[in-house]
């Protein structure tokens, strides 16, 4: 396994991710709202203080983690794509 800074390159292989786990739960992915971030990560995430991870499994995108900033003085962030 390895553990790799996320790259906009990734955005495919998240949205079919993510999309499957939210069908698990009968939903899905909404690329025009609330899941538009996985269409340009570095835009979304990094480019904003951020950071976005991907873990692989040979060249399989297995699982993700990302953070966003909420208040820097107080040091304060949220997580987001787990």
Known sequence: MNLREGLKEDGPALIELVDGVY???????????????????????????????VLEEGNTIIGSHATLPLDRDKGLLTFRRV
């Open 23 to 53: 069908r698990e739960y009968g939903d899905q992915i909404f690329l025009e709202g609330a899941d538009a971030d996985l269409l340009d990560i570095e835009a979304a995430y990094q480019r904003r203080g951020g950071a976005f991870v």
